[in-house]
């Protein structure tokens, strides 16, 4: 498969920015220990099924300190349809003590300490911070990965990598970037009968769309 060049690179970009100008995450939250969460739980899990289970979540546990006095097996009875269940309750209440007893109750808004909060690696860390500071960094789903490699943007075969090649390429305007790919990935570039001829503003850009037309 071809790379994209440089000047495609840029067209891409503009596109993006043009056609998603506010974009942000579809997960609800109003502060960011309910945003901390809803990430957590989204990973492997839609954003749709999230938003329907952390209501009743929140409501039970409103913030950090009655998270960390929770008992993970109670917490797991609100998180239950959602994949990995089990251990996302057991990182949620370790994640909500680690906050208790290191940080004074205060969520850190700081890539290296995020990452040492129990259930908390880089992606999260780093959808986290692109969402609430618009830190410029770059975070790779599986949208995001499925878009990259479509466009021509990268042909690493691990998140961590193509996000490093997103960011090189890219280098500005990444939390923008980020949420628009996610967006452009989930409704328009599926996994399955992505929408190429009807919706798709990239097509003469993509690397992959004979393969589509060849099906």
């Known amino acids: 498969m071809k790379m994209a060049t440089k000047k495609e690179i840029e ?9 998603y100008p506010d974009s942000v995450t579809e ?23 999230v938003n329907l ?3 009743a979540l929140f409501e039970a546990y409103p913030d950090i300190p009655t998270l960390a006095r929770a008992d993970a097996e109670e917490v797991k009875t609100y998180i239950q349809t959602c994949s990995f269940f089990n251990n996302k309750a057991k990182n949620l209440v370790k994640m909500a ?44 789903d599986t949208h995001v990965f499925r878009v990259a490699h479509r466009l021509g943007l990268s042909k690493a075969k691990t998140a961590k990598e ?25 409704y328009i570039c599926t996994a399955k ?3 190429c001829d009807t919706e798709c503003f990239l097509t003469d850009l993509c690397k992959s769309k004979e393969s589509f037309k060849a099906r």
């Open 11 to 19: 067209t891409i970009r503009e596109r993006f920015l043009a056609h």
């Open 53 to 55: 289970i952390t209501p």
């Open 162 to 186: 193509t996000e490093a090649d997103l960011v090189k390429k890219f280098k500005t305007d990444l939390h923008r970037l980020h949420q628009a790919m996610v967006l452009f990935g989930r």
């Open 97 to 140: 003590q680690t906050v208790m007893e290191h940080y004074d109750g205060e969520i850190p808004l700081d890539e290296k300490e995020l990452v040492k909060l129990p259930g908390v690696g880089q992606k999260t860390a780093h959808v986290v911070m692109i969402e609430y500071t618009q830190a410029n960094l770059m975070a790779v």
């Open 193 to 195: 009968n992505p929408k």
């Open 27 to 49: 997960l609800n939250y109003r502060n960011l220990y309910e945003l901390l969460v809803a990430v957590m739980l989204s990973a492997q899990c839609t954003d749709k099924r």
